[in-house]
């Protein structure tokens, strides 16, 4: 299974940009989908969450102006990151809960993509 995201680069400050992951490889099923984002020296941090379902988690930082969104029919997620501040700047990885043929039928892991840079600047 490969997640390959798409979308980083430059954006001013109040800009928009938008994110997408896509998953490819032996999928049965695809849960959990979501965006974290890591700065030097910093850890991995949640940005949004989603679930098969549609329900979704931010977090407080990023309410109100990023949205997650999901096209399970494409094992694809987005992010559309509106208003975006310098603090905003970051690799950002997708990552999902995925389903593949198993030994024993199915087995679950997590996958992680590459990860794409957004820079928020003027």
């Known amino acids: 299974v490969q997640l390959q995201a798409f979308g980083g680069g430059l954006v001013q400050p109040g800009g928009s940009l938008r994110l997408s992951c896509a998953a490819s490889g032996s999928i049965i099923k695809i849960n959990d989908m979501g965006w974290y984002r890591q700065t030097p020296g910093e850890r991995r941090e949640l940005v949004a969450t989603?679930?098969?379902?549609?329900?979704?988690n931010y977090a407080d930082s990023m309410k109100g102006r990023f949205t997650i969104s999901r096209d399970s029919a494409k094992n694809t997620v987005y992010l559309q990151m509106n208003s975006p501040r310098p603090e905003d700047t970051a690799v950002y990885y997708c990552?999902?809960?995925?389903?593949?043929?198993?030994?024993?039928?199915?087995?679950?892991?997590?996958?992680w993509g590459h990860g794409t840079k957004v820079t928020v600047s003027s």
């Open positions: 989603i679930t098969r379902a549609g329900s979704t």
């Open positions: 990552n999902s809960k995925v389903a593949t043929p198993g030994p024993r039928g199915i087995d679950w892991s997590d996958y």
